[in-house]
């Protein structure tokens, strides 16, 4: 479904300009373990 690579490009579009790329690298960790969190919630 997601992976790290499809929100890191995502974020990048809109953010890339306007963040530092450690940054932005940051905020697609943060996302993608907000969604993988939700979903191991819903499996337990």
Not at 14 to 31: E, P, W, Y
Request: aromatic share 4%; no cysteine; proline share 0%.
């Amino acid at each position: 479904m997601f992976n790290h690579d499809l929100i890191l490009n995502h974020i990048n579009e809109i953010f890339g300009q306007d963040m530092h790329a450690k940054r932005v690298l940051s905020l697609a960790n943060a996302t993608l373990g907000v969604i993988e969190s939700g979903s191991l919630a819903i499996h337990a």
